[in-house]
């Protein structure tokens, strides 16, 4: 009798494969394909195994900015007098990370310090990679502010020497704050002034907690009478150049924000005197770019290199937008025309006029994608202050520059 040979053994199961066992590659792989950067700052912090794909790879945070545009978390309104800047945020039912970003953060800047409820007197003279920077005309305070962290950071005052050696008069400009890079934490502010016909600049580092003093410039204005000490509108930061338009003139200041140098450059002729019809800003390649706003049509200029080697303004791209109207539910006529508010990596931000002719009719605020012409209708609101859009920049968290303790030890 054959003896009886034993049964194998059924074959086990396979282990369940987890979102943790892909693998860092698949997993940068799969949060490419989230919404937004607020999606990814959830997704990161939901293990540490996520924020370690995230943080160890600069590679992935390029393609990652390279696919998805920062995005727009409201506009700020900073009225003239005592109020406090106002927050308009932008809400998508369709982004629930991005509202949830909004609710979570200090937009109603309550961590400013206040020693006056009735006349609080700050104003933001700069809007710059999540930061705000005020200047306090009440108290002479100078503080920078991050509503995503609610880091505030008190600065002093430039020194007495700063304003030394004038011409007869001198001129405050505006502060301006470059942001920390991803290795060192560390931020400066750029304050600058001018006199009859030079400009000067001091620079604050958040590592000294001092300001340097740079020497006048050369002349880069005709020397201006008693009654004409204003020659320079508010400044806007582009690419690490500081951009000041001429009141007067078809010509931009410039402050370079590594060697502290100015220089000027020119601007087409018809734009001379009207400062009010145009923004300056950058393209999503980072290319310099300035947006013209006539009636409804928004005109393209472009800063580049032409066949004689020399860098020239180019004209762009024309978007009529007379159908904006299909978006609004509005008219042209209601509408007035339209208003360039601000240019932030290849979006323009603009808006309606209907507060320019009536103080009590909103506007409409709208932003435009260079690239593609799309159109996003954002919100209504009173146009009665200065605007300043809050781009949501890349969190430091998620870059590993060093031991994130807190994340370690948890």
């Known amino acids: ?75 700020y309104f900073d009225p003239d007098g005592p109020a406090i800047p106002a927050f308009s945020p932008l809400r998508r039912q ?39 920077i005020f200047d306090n005309w009440t108290t002479r305070q100078v503080a920078a502010y991050n509503p995503l962290t609610m880091a505030l950071d008190l600065i002093p005052q ?27 934490g560390l931020f400066r502010v750029i304050y600058a002034c001018h006199d009859a016909s030079r400009a000067r600049a001091a620079v604050f580092s958040s590592d000294t907690r001092s300001w340097k003093v740079f020497p006048w410039s050369e002349a880069v204005k005709t020397p201006q009478s008693a009654d004409e000490k204003h020659w320079l509108t508010a400044g806007r930061i582009v690419n690490g150049f500081v951009y000041w338009i001429y009141l007067d003139e078809a010509s931009m200041l410039l402050l370079n924000t590594t060697t502290l140098q100015f220089s000027r450059m020119d601007l087409p002729p018809y734009l001379k005197g009207h400062t009010h019809m145009f923004r300056v800003g950058k393209t999503k390649d980072g290319g310099l770019c300035i947006v ?57 931000y603009f808006s309606t006029h209907e507060t320019f002719e009536d103080a009590n009719l909103p506007c409409w605020f709208l932003s435009l994608d260079l690239e593609t012409s799309d159109i996003d209708l954002l919100f209504q609101k009173r146009y009665d202050s200065h605007i300043h859009p809050y781009i949501m920049p890349w969190p430091r968290s998620l870059v590993r520059d060093k031991p994130c303790l807190q994340v370690e030890g948890a």
């Open 292 to 348: 013209v706003a006539i009636e409804f049509k928004l005109y393209v200029w472009l800063r580049k290199i032409c066949d004689d080697g020399v860098k020239k303004w180019v004209k762009g791209e024309l978007f009529d937008l007379d159908d904006i109207v299909e978006e609004t539910g509005g008219t042209l006529k209601e509408h007035g025309e339209l208003k360039v508010v601000g240019i932030v990596d290849g979006f323009v």
């Open 1 to 75: 009798m054959a003896s009886q040979q034993p049964s194998e053994p059924p074959p086990a199961e396979p282990s369940p494969t987890t979102l943790t066992a892909l693998g860092d590659d698949l997993l940068r792989e799969i949060f490419l394909l989230l919404p937004s950067l607020p999606s990814l700052v959830r997704a990161a912090f939901a293990c540490r195994i996520f924020l370690h794909v995230v943080r160890s790879s600069p590679a992935f945070r390029r393609r990652f900015r390279a696919l998805h545009s920062l995005p727009l978390l409201g506009i």
């Open 94 to 132: 369709s982004d629930p990370d991005l509202r949830a970003a909004v609710r979570r953060s200090d937009f109603f800047l309550t961590g400013l310090p206040d020693d006056d409820d009735d006349f609080p007197g700050w104003v933001i003279n700069d809007c710059h990679d999540g930061y705000l």
């Open 158 to 184: 430039p020194p007495d020497e700063f304003y030394d050696c004038s011409n007869d008069y001198f001129m405050c400009l505006d502060f301006h704050i470059l942001s920390p890079k991803e290795d060192d």
